[in-house]
């Protein structure tokens, strides 16, 4: 065998490989890095998820959000309900019982403990009226920046007295007077449990000065939403109002919680504004200067919302408000975040009177048209009487005011007028291209 190694010149050589020994250190090492990594991509990915969940989730089940409306309600006696001349009769027997009555008891000793018992319990009662009803009102809270040469830029409130509305399945509206507010930059609102929530201008009015604001319903607090209650609208229409007692909840002295008690004076006083006309409820209840709240009657309903713009009409030291039966259209289209159209007209109602001793035709006698207005650029003139909008018949400025709200903005719509010539009345067409309200 080695002579046939050394005849062929080569060897075989046997290696034995040794496997590499473990690193062990480097290893943990690797073995930590990746436990790491993986706890780090871990946690951002539920950070992800929890990000996005809500995004998610609101596309794919997004909130349903419903129309509100506040329909007005009619204080209209059936024919069963009217009395008949006998239970008139009866009634007077009674009531002069009752007067006689009442003067015996004047001449009584104890007359005077029982008068002071009686006087109480009138005021006691009012007052759980009011607190009641206060589960409905709030107080819309607006921050703004105020520039101090001082103290550089500082955060500035105001307050005022607001109204749960309603629900639309994602928020709660309320109503409050946007005019107490100037340069606002956010918004929140303190209900009656003292919990404070951020709130939202959902859509405003600018003549009236209402603006509807929103609360998200995820926000609310549990303990919140089970004490608050959405307000009862009730009608100011009702000529039985004027004499009747009343009360204003909210802040009609400025600060929140503060009450009046009085009676309503009048609801004939009128507030003119462009394309509406509202009715002002006065009172005899005193105010301050920013009064904010609405007025209630004995049954709970509120009848009208105090606003600054009503207290401009009145022109009087006591509480104004807008009746709620006038507002409750304009209500209903911010509530729904819903555009106004614009035509720029004031007028009045065209009287009896009127009619039969000038001939001027039932309808909206246009007293003044707004400059620059899409009714100046029609055509329509002061003195025209506006008796048809888009086919629907006009004979009052309430017409007017609910067909204007029916009407979409940047539309185009026929209106049939009666002009005067001097001798007689004509027809006239125009076609308006409506703007939109601010």
């Not at 027997?93 to 007359?111: G, H, I, P, T």
């Not at 309903?301 to 509480?319: H, K, L, M, R, Y």
């Amino acid at each position: 065998m080695e002579e046939m190694e050394k005849k062929s010149g080569s060897s075989f050589v046997s290696e034995t490989i040794k496997e590499k020994p473990i690193n062990k250190k480097k290893l943990l090492r690797r073995t930590m890095t990746t436990v790491g990594l993986a706890i780090i991509f871990g946690l951002i990915a539920c950070l992800t998820f929890f990000l996005m969940e809500p995004v998610i989730n609101g596309i794919v089940n997004p909130t349903e959000i419903t129309k509100v409306s506040f329909p007005e309600e009619t204080e209209e006696l059936k024919p069963e309900e009217l009395l008949t001349e006998e239970e008139i009769a009866q009634q007077e027997e009674s009531l002069q019982e009752v007067v006689e009555a009442a003067k015996k008891m004047v001449k009584s000793e104890q007359f005077g403990n029982k008068a002071l018992d009686n006087y109480r319990d009138i005021y006691t009662q009012l007052q759980s009226l009011a607190e009641e009803a206060s589960a409905a009102i709030v107080t819309v809270i607006a921050i703004s920046e105020k520039q101090n040469w001082f103290a550089g830029t500082t955060e500035n409130e105001n307050t005022a007295a607001g109204l749960i509305l309603a629900e639309n399945g994602a928020e709660m509206l309320i109503l409050a007077d946007v005019n107490h507010f100037s340069n606002a930059h956010e918004y929140r609102v303190r209900f009656c449990d003292k919990n404070i929530v951020e709130a939202q201008l959902k859509e405003k009015d600018a003549q009236t000065g209402l603006g509807v604001y929103a609360v998200k319903l995820s926000d609310l607090p549990k303990e919140t939403a089970q004490v608050i209650e959405k307000a009862k609208l009730g009608t100011s229409t009702s000529r039985n109002m004027v004499g009747s007692p009343a009360l204003t909840i909210g802040a009609p002295y400025g600060t929140s919680g503060s009450l009046s008690y009085g009676m309503i004076t009048t609801i004939e006083k009128k507030l003119t504004l462009n394309d509406a006309i509202y009715n002002v409820i006065m009172t005899d209840m005193g105010k301050s200067q920013n009064a904010s709240g609405v007025i209630i009657n004995l049954r709970g309903e509120v009848i009208g919302v105090v606003t600054q713009s009503a207290d401009t009409a009145s022109a009087t030291g006591t509480i104004a408000a807008l009746g709620i039966s006038d507002i409750k259209p304009l209500i209903e289209k911010l509530s729904n975040d819903e555009k106004r159209a614009y035509i720029g007209i004031r007028g009045m109602d065209v009287t009896e009177l009127a009619h039969e001793e000038t001939g001027v035709p039932y309808g909206l006698y246009v007293s003044e048209v707004v400059t620059e207005s899409p009714a100046m650029v029609a055509g329509i003139q002061n003195g025209d009487v506006i008796v048809s909008i888009s086919g629907k018949k006009i004979n009052s400025y309430s017409d007017y005011k609910a067909s204007i709200l029916s009407i979409q903005p940047e539309t185009i719509v026929e209106v049939v007028l009666m002009r005067f010539d001097g001798t007689k009345y004509s027809d006239i067409k125009k076609e308006i291209m409506t703007g939109e309200a601010q």
